[in-house]
């Protein structure tokens, strides 16, 4: 090239693919050649990491779970967040079928039922995930709060016409108080009652009654005034 010499071409033009260069770097194909929905038809097990868009913001590090005995519904986990960000019914996930379903994200496939608030879910931001185990058809989340280990499984009920989302946590020992963001509650008029061994919230938007219970009488429910609906451990 330094002498002025036209340089010799590496590689021929591949014919099969650009015709000799007519069509360019993509040959004479176009995206439609490129549309395959088989992902969807896909079998895809309990859960599926990618990256979710959800109401409640953008989770780069999703892992979406299939939740109830029929998997009939699904929740959101942000593991770079610790915060279970949505859930919703009626459907797991729907993939584009542009580039076979790897150029988009995934998109919440059914009604939303749920969401919580952009950003860590636990006041501890020292907040580590360590990973997940099935158990059965159920997946069990695994992660540190500072010093406390937590496991938490997501799952839902579904009495007759009823969706009752649950989340079991398991917190190992630790001398510090935390507090813990479960969803958004998107209304003033919240109630919140307290018995023996349980703490509730309800509140109701439209035909639409949202009731949030806490089974255990050591841990406190509070409404923050952002809205959110959160636990006091």
Known sequence: ISSGATPQKVLPPNVGLDQGGKFGHWGNESENDWVDDR??????????????QTPAGLALKSIAIRVGDRGEGAVCFD???LNLKAGWV????????????????PRLAGELAFDSAEGPAWDNANAQYRGLYLHGSRVVLSYAVGNMPVLDQPWLESPTDLSIFTRTLELGPTPATHRLTLLNAKTNNVTLTSGATWTQALWQEGPKITVVRVSDAKVE?????????????
């Not at 009626?90 to 379903?101: A, I, T, V, W």
């Not at 429910?221 to 451990?233: E, H, K, N, P, Y």
């Open 39 to 52: 992902w969807n038809k896909m079998e895809s097990g309990p859960f599926l990491s990618s990256s979710l």
């Open 79 to 81: 593991a770079g967040h």
């Open 90 to 105: 009626g459907g797991f996930l729907q993939k584009s079928p542009k580039r076979f379903g790897i150029i988009e994200m």
């Open 221 to 233: 429910l509070v409404r923050l005034d952002s809205g959110l609906l959160a636990a006091t451990f």
